[in-house]
């Protein structure tokens, strides 16, 4: 029987072979990038604030615009990515928020071979750690097959090479991204990773003296040992929750801590080499990665795999059982003082609070045999975007698609009337469909406009020049630009994997929503930030479901017309 390694390895290509040979992402036309951003506004604003906005647009277009946009073309000649350092500091490294608030947070429903069950936790937490390391070890030696798109095209794997052995480093004012993997061609790279019990931090080497990895009873057995000490060390300092201070807070502490005593920067400096971090809590299996190396769909990658495996083992190791000879895991301990006690004691406080700041809920729908991609992005009608996937080009990540057009709008307004016949809104209904997936295929080619609008502000910025009218006309945040997205969405594919983040737009009616399509329903994540009081997560997946219901029953009726002429 085939086995997800045959699917997902290659033995004739290497994982990263085609990096180096993709196409350099292209700074898109100046006219283009102004007529999508036009046609993304006119739903959203009143006809007199449109009217404005195309003075503004035209003035823009007539001055700062082409000099901007002659300078960004100057800017990213001999780049491979000219957008690629920006986009990580604007949207991630210079965000001074809470790593938990930022986070994505996504898990497998794995039920169908792990019901939750006390007594359970270390040697699930064995399997999960065993395969997420045997997926960290294909990386290592590029057996994973690579990705291809539509057209055979090669996609950039680039990614797949943050996901593990990566730090972001609190900085003042925006943090640091740093990187010890390394494939087995570029070097050597660290083998360890940190296991948290108890508030405790251990160091567990993943590798035998024969440089094999360990197996599931094998770290079966090292987690049993952390767990015991853990609980016989007693309640534990709690140096991790520092880590979850805001990311100035954090840094300031962290030069602290790491100049009180050479014991701490050496265990700093195995944390942050550490392949990945396991924490033993009272729950079930869920992951926690930084948005900041990638997307969520390399998440994605990494759960479906140990899924699939649990899935072909049944959830129990079927191998090798014998114990070797194992180095006893390290317990790290920091030197403190009653000043950096006291600020623990503080950031436990506020840890303890962000749980207050966030809601998340999820809905499944599992009345379709063939759900559509499209139909669910065009049920919404507020501004609003869906990621578009630009990895053909050299560390390619995403686009943002702007997916509330004047065919939705007209849609919409025709499913609302009752005196439009079922025809003209199945037609109306299409047209809309249509123009999303050709919106969709031109920003993966990075023929968007917020992409290229960023770049242009940032070079304008860069230069010292005063920000373009363009940018503070109401219509700008208005339509989603500056991050003012009410609705972000995300498909995450059509595996066993939910996931999300919290919406980026922090205020009133923000939401996030992320859903998985599989064959019998789909699931969807929603997210908001718990200020908001007028909005909810569950009326909003309840209204999702209400709307494709109704879409159903259109197409069900269309269809009982078709046979009866």
């Keep these: ?29 100046l006219s283009n990038t102004l007529k999508k951003y036009l046609a993304s506004v006119r739903p959203l604003v009143s006809a007199e604030e449109y009217r404005t906005t195309e003075a503004v647009v035209k003035r823009f277009a007539e001055e700062e615009g082409p000099y901007l946009h002659q300078r960004l073309t100057e800017f990213a000649e001999g780049k491979r990515n000219w ?28 039920e169908d071979v792990w019901p939750a069950r006390n007594g359970t936790q270390v040697p699930r937490a064995a399997a999960v750690l065993y395969y997420s390391l045997k997926f960290w070890e294909y990386t290592r030696k590029e057996m994973h097959r690579p990705a291809m798109d539509r057209r055979g095209r090669p996609l950039s794997m680039y990614m797949f090479k943050r996901i593990y052995n990566t730090v972001r480093l609190p900085g003042v004012d925006k943090d640091e991204l740093i990187h010890y993997f390394k494939t087995e061609e570029e070097g050597d790279c660290p083998t360890h990773v940190i296991v948290m019990s108890k508030g405790h931090i251990f160091c567990l080497e993943m590798f035998g003296e024969d440089g094999e990895l360990l197996t599931p009873p094998e770290i079966e057995v090292q987690l049993e040992k952390i767990k015991d000490k853990s609980i016989a060390l007693g309640p534990a300092h ?25 014991q701490n920067r050496e265990i700093s400096q195995t944390i942050q080499e550490s392949i990945v971090a396991l924490w033993l809590e009272d729950g079930t299996v869920s992951d926690e990665s930084h948005h900041t190396v990638g997307e969520g769909i390399m998440m994605v990658s990494i759960c479906t795999y140990i899924h699939k495996k649990l899935q072909e083992t049944g959830g129990v190791w079927k191998g090798d059982r014998q114990i070797r000879s194992l180095p006893e895991p390290k317990h790290l ?28 809920d999820f809905k499944r729908l599992e009345r379709y045999n063939e759900p559509y991609n499209a139909l669910y992005e065009i049920l919404r009608l507020v501004p609003t975007y869906e990621t578009a996937p630009t990895r053909q080009f050299y560390h390619g990540r995403t686009a943002a698609m702007r997916t509330c057009t004047k065919e939705v709008l007209d ?87 939910l996931g999300g983040v919290l919406p980026g737009a922090k ?51 269309i269809d009982i017309s078709s046979k009866g002429a």
Aim: charged share 25%.
């Design 83 to 110: 957008i690629e350092n920006w986009w990580e500091e604007q949207s991630y490294l210079g965000m001074r928020l809470p790593l938990p608030m930022m986070n994505m947070s996504g898990f497998a429903q794995q």
């Design 411 to 497: 849609w919409c307004t025709a499913m609302d009337d009752p005196k439009i016949a079922h025809q003209q809104k199945m037609k109306l209904f299409v047209r809309a469909v249509t123009r999303h997936l050709t919106d969709f295929a031109e920003a993966t080619e990075l023929k968007d406009c917020d992409r290229h609008l960023l770049g242009l502000s940032l070079i304008a910025k860069k230069e010292g020049r005063s920000t373009p009218e363009l940018y503070t006309d109401p219509s700008f945040s208005k339509s989603g630009g500056g991050g003012n997205y009410i609705l972000v969405t995300s498909c995450l594919g059509y595996s066993s994997i």
């Design 1 to 29: 029987m085939a086995t997800i390694e045959d699917i997902m390895l290659s033995k004739d290509e290497r994982t990263f072979q085609y990096e180096n040979d993709l196409l350099s992402l292209p700074v898109p036309d």
């Design 238 to 262: 709690g140096v991790p929750f520092l880590t979850s201070m805001g990311r100035s807070t954090w840094a300031e502490t962290r030069s602290r801590l790491i100049n009180l005593h050479p």
């Design 507 to 557: 205020h009133k009616n923000s939401i996030a929503c992320f859903y998985k399509i599989n064959d019998d329903k789909v699931t969807f994540f929603v997210s908001k930030w718990n200020e908001d009081v007028e909005t909810t997560c569950s009326d909003f997946a309840t209204a999702i479901c209400s709307a494709l219901d109704s879409m159903k029953e259109l197409a069900d009726l």
């Design 333 to 360: 301990q920091f030197v403190l003082d009653d000043e950096l006690m006291l600020t623990i004691d503080k950031a436990k406080e506020d840890y303890a609070a962000l749980y207050s700041v966030m809601i998340l």
